[in-house]
Structures are given as structure tokens and as C-alpha cells.
């Protein structure tokens, strides 16, 4: 086929778009840190040069997808009774990378986590260690902090649940129930986990336990308040009905929809049996029943009971201004121990204080390790703080997300991370990076060659590259596969590195004047595929799609690296750019041989070749297709 002549009118022929405009995330290691942090002491120079990235962002004028819409994202608030562990590490992850891909998008987003402190659990755990429970809720919420730092995490507002703040916004939000008839004071007696925080029906005990496997004990008539959740049977049916996405996956859906229409009990929402709690309004010797409290830091931290109009900064949680920006919730993301308070019981309490419910709730599976149930008897647990210290902030994050259909259980495994990660990350991605730049700091002078005239192969690459943003969204937006987001932008890599080997730059430039020239050409294509991929990564690989952007000379600012400059000519490889030599991106990684058995040695090389034909082959791909049918 006849190359089309555009010579060095390429950064012209590559699709215009708007441009950018979003709160969009911090691509450096340096730009990394989150304004939760900014609650402790005096903000660093990397703070400080956060806040004037994302003030430069909102003060832009267009967006990468014409939207520029308010976006808010949570996570539940993590129970204070241990220190993190990889379930918590993976919740927040997910919200993560979907908060950084929309504000890369263009939507201002608001990204909400923190800690649930109150509780019959706390109180006792407090005790102990001999701790007042506000001394041991300060100390263990001071870790999932700690975990913010160490996975790069980027949250708008960490919220306490012992904030005075909160305590008053959750007892607006019983006075509006109580003033609505919604609450009865009655008498409770029946069966209680502590550790779940959760009553449980006779019929729902499996062998004497919780359905979670959490001791209960018999509650005898303690003096208790209750909502009306009985009222709320239909009026959730409907909602679920309408709304076929609010419950995600289906599997899920599936689990609410049977328990709803299994007929829905009144709630208690106070115990008079411990007193670490917010007060009941107008009977403090009750404290609230611990969910309602958690549930209502979704509102509280945008201001409520103030709900009208307002300005304030985003993540402030001042005044109605933040509630009628961000309410309702555009996702909650939950484990799905957990799905029955957010999918039940939390759209419930909104509709009978008069409030809008979310727009969709996620709940993801379990993670066991080496097929095993992670346990502490057991001493299997992951600590996601060796994960990083071990392996590293980006290959940890990518295994969580692209090891298992987002919404499937999980099974972790040191072999298969130490896998993925050479194989996606070291081999595919930072191999093609490594090639490309050499060659240009080899044979080009380390500058960036001036493009010739494209060929189909080029067009095919770049416009795959075009391609892959709209795919990305569907997976993050639309449906939450955060695992097929990985794999589309991963297909992006392989069709670099399937182009560099079939184009062979480093034959065709010793071809003569015009195979060096074509060679310059090859080169460039695969410089501004690498520029691409590496913004499409910045979400879940961050700090390494930073260093890609920084070795291709791309301008720190959110117009060069937000989604707009996939297709912003302006924002395009420019030749002439001098480029340092390059350094590996992402290193190699080796298995620790002192690891538990399950993980404990380099994985045997099957007949396919390195990573593939080994036995077990077909047992990991029936796995892999129930999993994807826990997800759909």
C-alpha cells in the first residue's frame, strides 16, 4: 500500500480533542501525596505543589471528555480493631485508580475514606490493651493513614468517625428520621456478632455462628430504638427494579434481590450496653447502633444537614455547598461482607430522611492466599505494607487490579505476582521503553527523530492507540472491571512491541539515506504510542508511568499528561527533544526462597516457553471463568 505523504506534518494528522481540564492526579513521586495528609503537621514542598497542580487544573477551561461533572467515589470506613490488611488495601486501591482516571478525565472528582471508631468492638479492644477507646482509635487510624502513604494513594477527605462534626451530622440525621415516624423505641432480643457488628436472625446462624463465622451471643431484651426498615421492602424492590445498576455485579444484585424478598425485619439502631457511641438525641443513655453512625459519614463529610447551595473547597466537607456538588454518591466501593448495610439498610435510611440514594454500589470478593482463607491463627495474612516494601508501590498495585475480575474472589500468591509483573510490567512495558529510547539515544544523537511519511503499519499503530481510551472508560466507568482497564492498556504495549519487531528499526536504518529516514519514522511511532500508554497507566502504575513520561521530556502539567493529550496535536512527541539515556522503569523481580510453601520458589518454565504450558493450566482457567462470571 502506498504511504501517506505527511512528512512532518504528523503532530498535525494525530485526532484534535479539547482541552484538558480536571482536578487530575499528581504523575510523580513528588506530586503523590493527598490532602488527608494535610490535617497533620505544616504541608511539605510536595504538598504545597500539589495544591497548585489541581488549582491549575480546575481553572482550565475544557475537558478531556466534555463532561467537567462532579464525580464522588468512597470507600466504607475501615473498622479501628486491627492494623490494614490486603482487604483493605484492595478497596482502596479500586477507588484509587477510578478516582485518578476520572479527574485525568476531566470530572472533578471527590474521593472519600477513613475510619469507623465507634462500637462495642472498639470499646472492648480498648480495654484490653488497657487504652481509652479514643487513645487506641488515634493510634490505629493513624495506620490507615500510613497505608495512603505507603500505596500512593490519593483521597480528597479522610474522615473520622469521632469527629465532632460527624456526631452532629449523625444525629441530624436521626432527628430527621425520628421527625419523619421512621423511629420506634421498643425492646431488642436476639442475636449479636461483635466482631461483624451485625444482628442476625435464627435462620441465618450456620452452626451456631454468623454467617461470616463470627461468635454471636444472645442479647435478652436490652431497651432499644428501631427503624422502620419493614416499610422499606417494596420501596427498595422498586428501587432495584429501576435502577438495574445500583447493585454491581449481578451476582450481587442477585444475593440483595433474594434477601429483600425474603421479608425485611425493623432494624435496632441503639444499644444501651456499652457507651462508646454517639449519643441518641434527647436519651444519650442509648448510643447509636454503629452502622447508622459509619453509614451517615457519606453525607457528613460533604457538610450535611447543610444541603443547599454553596462554594468551598472540594474534600473540605464544609457547608451545603460540597452535599449539592457530590450527593448523591456516583460509587460506593465495598467488600461484600459488607453489602447487605450499603445495599439494605443504607438506601433505606435515605429514602425515609428524604434523601437521594447513591447511584451505584460495587462489592468485590474475598482474597485468600495460596488457596488457602487468609487467617491470622493460620499466619498467612498479607500485610500490604511488606507487599510494597517487597516488591514495590507499582507492582503491587498492578497484581491487585489485574490479577482478578474486579467483583470475583481472589487468591494471592508471591509466584504469580512476581509472574504478572515481569511478564506485563518489566517484559512488555519497560522492555519497549528501554528499546525504543536506547535506539533513539544510540542512533538518533538522543534526540527525537522528525517523522516521515506514515505507512499502514504506523497508521494502524497510532490509531489503536486513539482507540483505547474510549475502551478504558467503558471498563472503569461503566462497569468497574478495573482488571479489563489493565489488559486494554496493556494491549497497547503489545502492539508497540509487535511493531518494533516486525519494523526492525535497527535493519531498515542500515538500508541507506532513506531507510534511516523511514527508521526516524518507526522510531517516533513508537515514542508517541509509549507517550499514550504511559498516561494510561499513570492510574494504576503511577509512580512508573511518571518516570516514562519524564524520560520522554513530557511537561509535568495536567494539559500534558490528562487524557486530553492523547489527542491534542500540541501534546504530541516533539522532535528535536533531547532525552537522557534511559534507566529501567520496572525492574525485574525475584521470589524471596524463604517464602511460605504455595509461594516459595521461581516458578517451573512448562514447555510453552517462560511463564507458560505449566501443569495446573487447565484448572487455573476453569478458575479464571468462574471468577469472570462472579464479576459480570
Known sequence: MRPVLLGPMLLACIRSGNAFSSRALHSS??????????????????????????????????????????????????????????????????????????????????FLTGTDEHGQKVQESAAKQGKSPQEFCDEVSQSFRRLIDAMHFTPDRFIRTTEAAHAAAVQALWRALEARGAIYLGTYAGWYSVRDEAFYSESELVDGKAPTGADVAWVEKEPSYFFRLSDYEAPLLELYEREPRFVAPASRRNEVLAFVRGGLRDLSISRTSFSWGVPVPGDPAHVMYVWVDALANYISALGYPETGEGEGEAGGGQGGGQFAKFW????????????RFHAVYWPALLMAAGLDVPRRLHAHGWWTRDGAKISKSVGNVVDPFELVARYGVDQTRYFLLSEVPFGADGDYSDTQLVLRCNANLANEFGNLAQRALSLVHRNCGAVVPAPGALTAEDEALLGGARGALAACREHVADTQRLDLYCKQALALVQDGNKYI?????????????????RAGTILYCLLE????????????????????????????????????????????????????????????????????????????????????????????????????????
Not at 513528588?30 to 480546575?58: E, F, I
Request: proline letters at 8%; charged letters at 25%; glycine letters at 10%.
Open 29 to 110: 513521586a513528588n506530586l503523590l501525596r493527598t490532602s488527608s495528609r494535610r490535617a497533620g503537621a505544616s504541608a511539605s514542598a510536595s504538598q504545597h505543589r500539589c495544591r497548585q497542580w489541581r488549582t491549575a487544573v480546575r481553572m482550565s477551561s475544557g475537558t478531556a471528555n466534555g463532561s467537567g461533572e462532579p464525580y464522588y467515589i468512597t470507600t466504607p470506613i475501615y473498622y479501628v480493631n486491627d492494623k490494614p490488611h490486603i482487604g483493605h488495601a484492595y478497596t482502596t486501591l479500586a477507588c484509587d485508580v477510578i478516582a485518578r482516571f476520572m479527574r485525568l478525565d476531566g470530572r472533578d472528582v471527590m
Open 529 to 632: 504510542v509509549i507517550r499514550r500508554a504511559a498516561i494510561l497507566y499513570q492510574p494504576v502504575t503511577p509512580l512508573g508511568a511518571a518516570k516514562m513520561l519524564d524520560a520522554l521530556r513530557v511537561p509535568d502539567t495536567p494539559a500534558a499528561r490528562g487524557f486530553a493529550a492523547l489527542y491534542d496535536p500540541a501534546q504530541a512527541i516533539q522532535p528535536g527533544t533531547v532525552i537522557d539515556k534511559p534507566e529501567p522503569v520496572f525492574p525485574r523481580l525475584e521470589l524471596d526462597p524463604g517464602l511460605k510453601a504455595g509461594s516459595s520458589g521461581p516458578p517451573k518454565q512448562g514447555k510453552g516457553g517462560k511463564g507458560g504450558g505449566a501443569k495446573g493450566d487447565s484448572s487455573k482457567a476453569k478458575k479464571q471463568g468462574k471468577q469472570a462470571a462472579e464479576a459480570a
Open 501 to 517: 519487531d516486525e519494523q526492525a528499526p535497527w535493519k531498515v536504518r542500515k538500508t541507506g539515506p532513506e531507510g534511516e529516514a
Open 328 to 339: 448523591p454518591a456516583d460509587l460506593h466501593v465495598v467488600g461484600k461482607d459488607i453489602l
